[in-house]
């Protein structure tokens, strides 16, 4: 729910201010009677917004405006003024308020502005959520069997408002699937918010996904929404979940359960609607049975199960990714883009990748790309440990089981037909009648229909 701070030194004014916020619009509210108590409560309390009196005694509203753009203080403020000095309401925005209002306006119109600040604020968190995930993921990128199926799979499960568990390798991608089951479904326009449990102390893993009052434990100065409350009607992404310890488990199991937190410290409840994507590397089920996770946890979160394959059982989309990962690459480095040639191709499609995925694919192609000085990667720029890690031919095509993740012979063929097909093209610099010859097909348009069937086309 959200919080409004009423700062007002007239006390009968503010307090109707504040009763008339909660009736029209729902929020909860906090009184300030002048400016030094506003900067307290901010330094203590989650507020969402506030609505500042620009003519106080003492510490006054631009005084207030100036502590908190000193402190940091990332709290939309709209200031209000009876006066009709509207030049002394401009330089309370050169000061980095978010709007100003009239003391009689409507509550109806104060409520809307309240709406807009809190809209803004949650733009200005997706866009800094968003940059940082620039140059630092990688889109689900790929169009080969596996990759067309777990898209399939998104955009079934993206618009049902369950739980969802995404499995697989580090590396493999599966923040990305998480971000892909937010933008196709419901609650796209509320935030992500994403918590790597396996990074957190376990002594602050309660305060991160359900926040803390003041005082709670050694060091909660202020008042802390949690991950949970953060997050609003959007996506919850749980990274790395099998990592929690057996406490949080239990907490994180009533919240889905009851749909409410209570941060640490508090007595009341807060509504928790976010929806909760889980992800793991480990075999849950396997932790479940040697008594690490909680079985009713692992059945709340797993009600849909999305895998992410590993980049060993979908090389045909290697090439893909290569080149977009060096039109990347090279973008940030500020340098003209560079090609990459089929021998050093053959030589990236060779290894395995089980280390780190399309993460360790992402920082070999950046190696590369450093260590390149001319316009064209050869296999000379491939790194050494790529080269010498490369798997025997048996080895390469996962004759294991297990290494396949059970997948059909279909399914398998069509992969091998397709990595074929690719490094052909790449070799021939996408030139079909000698890509056909050097395969020793009939001719250029019996290759063109094994493109057709397995969706490959150039860029």
């Not at 308020?97 to 809209?119: G, H, L, Q, T």
């Not at 290569?322 to 090609?339: E, Q, S, W």
Request: charged residues 30%; aromatic residues 4%.
């Amino acid at each position: 729910m959200t919080l409004v701070l009423v700062v007002d030194d007239v006390a009968a004014l503010a307090e109707q201010y504040a009763y008339d916020l909660q009736r029209v619009g729902g929020y909860e509210t906090l009184v300030a009677g002048g400016g030094k108590k506003a900067l307290e409560i901010l330094s203590e309390e989650a507020v969402d917004c506030v609505i500042l009196d620009l003519e106080m005694p003492g510490v006054d509203g631009f005084d207030v405006l100036r502590e908190a753009k000193q402190r940091k203080i990332d709290v939309p403020i709209i200031v209000y003024t009876g006066t009709g000095n509207y030049d002394r309401c401009a330089q309370a925005i050169r000061l980095g308020a978010y709007s100003f209002i009239d003391k009689a306006e409507p509550m109806e119109r104060v409520v809307r502005e309240v709406e807009n600040a809190s809209e803004q604020r949650r733009l200005q968190a997706e866009v800094r959520s968003l940059q940082k995930q620039l140059g630092d993921e990688t889109p689900l990128i790929g169009s080969g069997p596996a990759m067309l199926e777990l898209r399939s799979t998104i955009a079934r499960v993206a618009p049902i408002p369950s739980p969802a568990l995404i499995v697989g390798e580090s590396g493999s991608g599966k923040e990305l699937v998480a971000r892909e089951l937010h933008r196709l479904g419901p609650g796209t326009s509320e935030p992500f918010v994403a918590i790597n449990s396996a990074a957190l102390p376990e002594n602050l893993v309660e305060s991160e996904l359900f926040g803390h009052e003041r005082g709670a434990f050694t060091g909660a100065s202020r008042t802390r929404k949690g991950a949970f409350e953060a997050a609003g009607r959007g996506t919850l992404f749980l990274d790395e979940v099998g990592d929690l310890p057996p406490a949080a488990q239990a907490k994180l199991l009533r919240v889905l359960e009851e749909r409410k937190v209570t941060r640490l410290g508090a007595n009341r409840t807060v509504e928790a609607p976010a929806r909760v994507v889980a992800a793991t590397h480990r075999d849950l089920e396997s932790e479940v049975s040697e008594g690490r996770f909680r079985q009713d946890l692992y059945y709340r979160l797993g009600v849909h199960v999305l895998r992410v394959p590993p980049l060993r059982e979908r090389l045909s989309d290697l090439p893909e990714l290569v080149d977009h990962l060096i039109l990347h690459t090279c973008a940030r480095f500020g340098v003209r883009p560079k090609k990459l040639d089929g021998d050093a191709l053959d030589r990236l499609m060779a290894y395995d990748w089980k280390k780190n995925n399309v993460r360790e694919l992402r920082n070999v192609v950046e190696r590369m790309i450093i260590a390149s000085e001319g316009e064209t990667l050869t296999s000379a720029d491939v790194p050494p440990e790529i080269v010498d890690g490369a798997p025997l031919p048996t080895e390469a095509k996962g004759g294991g089981r297990g290494g396949r993740g059970g997948r059909t012979f279909q399914q398998l063929k069509a992969e091998a037909e397709r990595q074929i097909i690719l490094a052909a093209l790449h070799r021939n610099d996408w030139h079909i009648t000698r890509s056909a010859e050097e395969l020793a097909l009939a001719d250029h348009s019996s290759l063109l229909k094994i493109m057709r069937r397995h969706g490959i086309k150039r860029d």
